[in-house]
């Protein structure tokens, strides 16, 4: 297992490296002033290819000879706001808010085009969709609070399912909560 280090500054990115993460996920929502910038992840691509980080997801054998994995975080919500994403080989997206604020979950999971075949339908067919980045093999549901909605993701395709334990948030849940919906899935 390996663990995901977030990171949204530059100083950040550099206490990740130094301290060996190799699953960088970069939130491109500044969790001081929660203003949202999406070009926050490209900005830390720039800089681990600078810096001479491997982390190039476009394909299986270039993911698997990839030292990194570069995860964006946060703000996405259709397959044409993490277009950009696929270009600069990220590989994988969180997508939070935009499902679970989704009346019907299962087919917003749905349409986030993780097979390159429905991302090109959807695209050919010029059709709003998900989200979608190329060599994604994840779908992380993030923010559940109860072991009913982490089965729906499930069965609806997600790959991981996220539980939040900052007392701020709106939705926050306690050890029993989470461990719950650990035993859920």
Known sequence: MEPLVEVHADAELEVALNAGAKVIGVNNRNLHTFQMDLHTTEHVAE??????????????????ASKYTLCSLSGMSTAFDVERYRKINVGMCLIGESLMRAADPKAAIA????????????RNNAAGGGAYTGGTKLVKVCGVTNPKDALVACQAGANLIGVIFVPKSKRCVSAEQGRAVVEAV
């Open 47 to 64: 800089l681990l290819i600078e810096q001479g980080c491997s982390f190039d997801h476009s394909n299986p054998s270039a993911a698997e």
């Open 111 to 122: 349409g986030l085009c993780l097979d390159p075949k429905d991302w090109e339908e959807m």
